[in-house]
């Protein structure tokens, strides 16, 4: 797990603990999934890193260069929307106090 994505992970959890302050309570927030900003996102796997496409992980002067919300999938590129595509949130992250 990259850096940036534990620190989400984990402001995700501090605040769902800061809510569940009573013993066998639980509280959730809903996870958004981001975009690193290191590749082009024009969805061609040459650009997407990764299992499925293996394209390369930066792209130095084309990318955004700041992390963002992920806008999905849109089928413009080499994946199809209908089998690729996502929208937020993406998780449900719960915590519950045990004691």
């Known amino acids: 797990m990259s850096f940036s994505k534990a620190l989400i992970m984990a402001c995700l959890l501090v605040s769902a603990t800061a809510i569940a302050d009573d013993k066998g309570k639980t509280a959730g927030r809903l996870a958004m999934a981001f975009d690193a900003g ?5 969805e061609l796997c040459m650009h997407i890193p990764g299992p499925h496409c293996g394209g390369m992980p930066f792209s130095p ?12 999938i849109s089928g413009e590129g080499d ?3 209908s089998a690729y595509d996502w929208r ?12």
């Open 61 to 72: 002067g084309l990318a955004e260069g700041y992390v963002h919300i992920s806008r999905g």
């Open 88 to 99: 937020n949130p993406v998780a449900h992250i719960s915590v519950s106090r045990m004691d």
């Open 38 to 42: 290191s590749e082009m996102n024009d």
């Open 79 to 81: 994946l199809a929307a």
